[in-house]
């Protein structure tokens, strides 16, 4: 009984073992069905990934090559800044608008000054918002152009929010170094331009496969991708890229198309091992003896069939790889080559045949250098050994010979290509034909020679000019002066000659105006620092200009800040250019409301707060805190000024600060079109055009005289709302006991008694200009001779010996150069006193004048009065002055400036209300005019009148004449 249940307990588990045979091994081929698949589908995620690092190289390349190739050209524009000095705008612009061309990755390329003020920009369409501002307005810029100046090194900005509207960077490259400093060359890149640019090359290689996301930090700043993200998380390769201090982190992914295109296979083994699984389980389930061996050679087959289309699918990839490289290289826009370690060529692609202009059979073989230009050799070759030497890249720009036998520019870039030993096998390169760029670069270079050229040959013509215009002019003024004191004229010839007397000056300041302008372009205006009272200058500039604006029912308002110092240095006389230029425009061109000036340390911004700020309400009421610094239409004192406070100088922590001022008007504004010219030379906006009155030069020369004092100047405007102009310049402290002081003379009317008897030789090749001296001289009692020439000159001097010439410089026979020359030359010469009289309007023609040995110059147009002055300071005479007892006593009861109805009733009532209405309108031309009509009896009054405009207070005038008129 037992072994009946043991028998049958031992078949029962062997049938059940012989039934479970095919299920266990469909089970098993299954699994190794599965198995196999999940083997394919990882070989094929490897071969993505491997085709991602690939691409995310390749992008890298592109992004870094782009960078690389606009950093170069921003260097070079820096170098042929440092090399060739600042460039005209246009050539600069120019040049710039052919690196925006072959770079189209720029947004903009900009000139940042050395005050970080952005003056110029290539293009200028779309870029306008960047115009004038000041880069440092935000810290990250700030931190950029801080970075790059004072390491003089190439400096990128992280992303940030640009003016023209997006997000971008900023490139800057210093120019010169920190003590001679000319700003910076700016590129200026919107993000999504500059990759959208750099991507575009590599869809067009590859195909919009891939999608690209560019990272700053954890801050996503570019993405591009063609479907969807979806494959980002799964797929992705990450790469760094690090150029001059940027870092980005670039994240590739493929596109759902290209991992659709994914081999079959997996599918295929899934669907053959189940349906394998299912027949060997049938069969062995049929035939399970006699199958086991069929079973054995399926599998076999099976797993060398595997590794045929293996080795099948890896010898494809590589020559997919291999085609695609090839096609990448054809298809690259610059020359590529690879050569052996002796510098033999193995490899090129058709962009370098087409370089050099021979086919790939004919460069196989050959040497890089043998198609160097013969004087390009030596150079080439000592950099490339250089670089070898040094293990460094190599690039360099230098000459090829085509084989057609013209000369190309190239640029070529090479690296070393080692064994992982370290071992020197070759040398792999790129080749970018750049003779175009250097052709462009050459007729830049002849456009600045023959531009130089011609401002040489408009500067000669200025000298001829000049020389031409005031040596009539000389003429016209001295006689028309002279005239004009004579007492016998009739009051209509009086009047007569005083149009003429007018029209001269008028002539002559136009004159002035315009080779000023002309000096400016030249580079010939310097800075001619003087130390003055600050407040004085300003009171001056209210008393001058406050009569004209109350006459057209205007309030001038003078703001200032309670510790702008008193006592500077600077050129006053620019300064007073500039502030009654602005202040003149404003006053000039406002209908209506006020004009206002405001100045402050320009280092202290917001020194404006609360209760500081000029008030614009009902009856244009002024703030209580500042009513002490705030002066309309109200007669000011002559400095020190009671009512300005005075600056201590314990609160100043420098000799040196910068002041800042603002005119702001309420009259018609500046059209926005407009504000880009307003500063060129003769350009006058609609509403100037409308006046009479100007030559278009006095905002142009503005604003050199403010850069020649270290600042700048800039406008801001709403039409209908009125305009706003803000400059500032360097000054530097000084004490008042440094400030000098003039004092107004008399008129000259001959020579005290008791003096040696002077000889003064004149010499002068115009007629009228002689006679004009010899009155001039004769008057007063000098014994006088002339000559024509400075031969005739140098002859008289031999024989007569006089005690003084006056000389001019440009006459026919022998000039005043050599005649003072050969003069100074004899042992007895520097007894005589050489004065020259010179009608140049160039400062350094006046320094050869006294480098050839004359004492001292007058300029031509010149009063009397100057040229008595030059003659008393050399020869020590004593004048007798008109009045000059009578001036005296009165001096000593009277008050300085002090003036009289009763002083001004010697004089018709004709000359008195002339006189009143030259005052109103702020016409010292015209009063000096009139001053010169005072006969020689009243030379009080004629020391008082020239004292008040002398010391710019019209003012009084007015108002002595107020109550007549």
């Not at 098993?28 to 690092?53: G, H, P, S």
């Not at 002398?950 to 107020?962: A, G, K, P, W, Y």
């Amino acid at each position: 009984m037992n072994r009946l249940f043991i028998r049958r307990r031992l078949h029962s588990t062997k049938s059940f073992g012989n039934q479970s045979l095919p299920v266990l091994a469909g089970i098993a081929v299954l699994a190794a069905t599965l198995f196999l698949r999940q083997a394919v589908i990882a070989q094929e995620e490897a071969a993505i990934d491997r085709t991602l690092r690939l691409q995310a190289e390749n992008a890298k390349i592109q992004v870094t090559e782009n960078l690389l190739g606009q950093t170069q050209a921003l260097v070079r524009m820096a170098e042929g800044w440092e090399v060739q000095g600042k460039p005209r705008q246009e050539y600069w612009e120019a040049d710039a608008r052919l690196y925006v061309q072959d770079y189209p990755a720029f947004q903009a390329i900009e000139w940042v000054d050395a005050s970080n003020y952005v003056r110029w920009i290539v293009p200028l369409k779309g870029n306008e918002a960047a115009l004038n501002i000041n880069l440092g307005f935000e810290p990250k810029r700030q931190m950029a152009l801080e970075g790059s100046r004072n390491t003089s090194q190439i400096v990128f900005t992280p992303t940030i929010e640009l003016k023209q509207g997006g997000k971008g960077f900023l490139l800057f490259v210093p120019i010169g170094s920190r003590l001679d400093f000319g700003g910076y060359i700016v590129g200026v890149f919107q993000t999504e331009k500059f990759f959208d640019y750099t991507f575009k090359e590599l869809d067009r290689r590859v195909g919009r496969k891939y999608g690209v996301a560019i990272f700053e930090g954890d801050q996503e700043i570019y993405s591009h991708y063609h479907s969807n993200r979806r494959n980002e998380q799964k797929w992705s390769h990450q790469t760094t890229i690090n150029f001059y201090g940027i870092t980005w982190h670039l994240r590739i992914w493929p596109e759902p198309e290209l991992v659709e295109e994914k081999s079959l296979l997996d599918e295929l083994i899934l669907a053959g091992g189940v349906t394998i699984a299912c027949l060997l389980s049938g069969t062995i389930f049929l035939f399970q003896t006699s199958q086991r061996q069929v079973k054995k050679l399926d599998a076999a087959n099976h797993n060398l069939e595997n590794e045929i289309v293996e080795r099948q699918r890896v010898e494809e990839a590589l020559k997919k790889s291999e085609r695609l490289f090839r096609i990448l290289a054809e298809i690259s826009p610059v020359g590529i080559f690879r050569s052996d370690a002796e510098g033999q060529i193995i490899y090129a692609n058709s962009r370098a045949c087409q370089i050099v202009g021979v086919t790939l059979e004919k460069v196989l073989g050959w040497k890089w250098g043998d198609y160097l230009h013969p004087e390009e050799r030596q150079r080439v070759y000592k950099t490339w050994l250089y670089a070898i030497a040094h293990q460094v890249p190599w690039h360099e720009e230098y000459r090829l010979l085509h084989q057609e036998g013209r000369v190309i520019w190239v640029l070529a870039q090479t690296d070393v290509e080692r064994e992982e030993t370290g071992t020197v096998i070759g040398y792999v390169g790129t080749l970018t034909d750049i003779t175009e760029r250097k052709q462009a670069e050459f007729a830049l270079q002849q456009a600045l020679a023959a531009a130089e050229a011609a401002n040489r040959a408009k500067s000669a013509f200025l000298a001829s000019m000049s020389h031409e215009l005031r040596t009539p002019l000389n003429a016209i003024l001295g006689f028309s002066q002279i005239l004009s004191s004579s007492e016998s004229l009739t009051l209509e010839e009086r009047e007569q000659i005083e149009i003429v007397n007018r029209s001269g000056q008028h002539l002559l300041e136009l004159i002035n105006d315009i080779l000023s302008m002309s000096k400016i372009e030249a580079g010939r205006i310097t800075l001619n620092e003087n130390r003055f009272d600050l407040y004085g200058l300003l009171d001056s500039v209210k008393d001058l200009l406050q009569l004209k604006a109350k006459s057209k029912g205007l309030q001038l308002f003078f703001a200032y800040a309670k510790d702008i110092p008193q006592y500077i240095q600077t050129d006053e006389s620019k300064l007073r250019q500039v502030l009654i230029n602005l202040l003149g425009n404003a006053i000039k061109f406002t209908s209506t409301g006020s004009v206002t000036l405001r100045v402050k340390i320009a280092e202290e911004q917001g020194r404006w707060g609360a209760g500081e700020q000029l008030s614009r309400g009902a009856g244009e009421q002024v703030s209580k805190e500042l009513q002490e610094n705030v002066y309309p239409n109200a007669p000011l004192p002559l400095c020190p000024s009671a009512h300005l406070p005075t600056c201590p100088s314990a609160t100043l922590h420098s000799n040196h600060l910068s002041l800042w001022f603002n005119v702001e008007d309420t009259g018609p504004g500046i059209a926005p079109e407009e504000i880009d010219v307003l500063f060129e030379p003769f350009v006058q906006t609609k509403t100037g055009q409308k006046s009479i009155e100007g030559t278009g030069l006095g905002l142009a020369i503005s604003r050199e005289f403010v850069r020649l004092m270290g600042g700048d100047i800039s406008v801001s405007s709403t039409l209908g709302q009125g305009s706003i102009f803000t400059f500032d310049i360097k000054v530097s402290l000084v004490d008042a006991a440094d400030i000098e002081t003039t004092v107004t003379s008399l008129r000259v009317i001959g020579l005290e008694p008791n003096q040696p008897k002077y000889r003064i030789l004149i010499v002068e090749d115009i007629e009228q200009n002689r006679l004009l001296l010899s009155q001039l001289l004769a008057r007063l009692g000098f014994e006088l001779r002339e000559a024509i020439n400075g031969q005739e000159a140098v002859e008289m001097w031999q024989s007569w010996q006089p005690d003084l010439i006056v000389m001019d410089m440009k006459m026919p026979v022998m000039d005043g150069y050599e005649a003072t020359k050969r003069i100074r030359e004899a042992p007895n010469s520097q007894d005589t006193v050489i004065i020259a009289l010179t009608a140049s309007a160039f400062d350094e023609q006046r320094e050869d004048i006294l480098t050839a040995g004359c004492n001292d110059f007058i300029s031509k147009p010149f009063r009397g009065e100057i040229l008595y002055e030059k003659i008393a300071l050399y020869l020590n005479i004593r004048y007798i002055y008109a009045g000059e007892n009578q001036a005296a006593s009165i001096q000593q009861s009277l008050q300085p400036l002090q003036l009289t109805k009763e002083a001004l009733s010697v004089m018709p009532n004709e000359w008195v209300e002339e006189l009143y209405q030259a005052a109103i309108a702020l016409d010292e031309r015209r009063i000096i005019e009139l001053i010169n009509q005072i006969p020689a009896r009243e030379a009080v009054l004629a020391k008082i009148l020239t004292d008040l405009v002398d010391n710019f207070r019209l003012d009084l005038i007015v108002n002595c004449l107020n109550e007549e008129f």
